[in-house]
């Protein structure tokens, strides 16, 4: 599929959700954030924590370096890259004050310190080549993704690895039809068990709907060799469900 669908595909995600991801998408997840590893634990029918150990087995990290958590929410990545090897330098960045509010709690309870920047991730406050490792997880299709990866790409490190995992869009029609239905009841279900507030209830069509208009695993592979990034490679789950990336930026432009 050549660069064009995609590129116009982004015009629409934009077009559709701008207003959402600009002036609504921080109350949702202020309202989220004290339930949200619950809430994905449901979801997911008890399988979150076998997701992220399978995205962690995906990583490879060494002592001491340096690690970027893009859209960091409750500070899971962190946390878990910790736990392996706890002399990472690890940053965290997310849009949600809330959502990190949570997350540094919880990785002071375990005794790990994780410095914590609340901002645009559309532009990372970061220096050029100062990252070995960038993570991304659940968070891009609330994104305009064609200006985050090269600015993951710009603070990468040559020779730095990116992972990224996220829901994505089965290529299947019959596969996609069944994931919308179990998500539409699924989000029913659990914000009802959660107690969800009323920023976080309307948004659950859009959950949907952002979905819908994201990438397949496919597509999200071809735009990242697009972007500059080598080595792209994707592990999907449940036949595109979920995809877990994985690039490279090259030693040399």
């Excluded at 050549?2 to 629409?12: F, G, H, K, S, V």
């Excluded at 659950?204 to 060799?225: C, G, H």
């Amino acid at each position: 599929m050549a660069m064009q669908p995609l590129a116009y595909r982004e015009r629409m995600r934009e077009a559709r959700f701008q207003d959402i991801w600009s002036n609504e998408l921080n109350d949702a997840f202020a309202d989220i954030a004290r339930y949200y590893d619950r809430a994905n634990e449901i979801a997911a029918l008890g399988m979150w924590s076998q997701f992220l150990d399978r995205f962690m087995r995906s990583i490879d990290i060494e002592p001491g370096q340096k690690v970027l958590d893009v859209c960091a929410g409750t500070n899971a990545i962190g946390v878990a890259l910790l736990k392996r090897e706890p002399t990472l330098v690890v940053q965290a960045m997310d849009r949600s004050a809330e959502m990190q509010a949570v997350g540094q709690r919880n990785a002071a309870a375990l005794g790990f310190a994780i410095a914590s920047t609340i901002g645009d991730v559309h532009k990372l406050p970061f220096p050029d080549n100062h990252f070995d490792v960038v993570t991304l997880q659940f968070a891009s299709r609330h994104l305009r993704v064609s200006e985050v990866f090269p600015e993951i790409l710009r603070v990468l490190k040559p020779g730095g690895h990116f992972h990224h995992s996220d829901m994505l869009r089965p290529r299947n029609p019959v596969v996609k039809n069944l994931y919308y239905g179990y998500l539409k009841a699924c989000l029913n279900f659990t914000s009802t068990l959660v107690g969800s507030g009323p920023s976080a209830v309307k948004f659950k069509q859009y959950f949907i709907d952002a979905l819908d208009l994201f990438y397949s695993a496919e597509e999200l592979s071809i735009m990242l060799r697009d972007l500059g990034f080598n080595e792209v490679s994707v592990d999907r789950v449940f036949y595109g469900m979920i995809g877990f990336h994985r690039a490279v930026k090259p030693l040399s432009p």
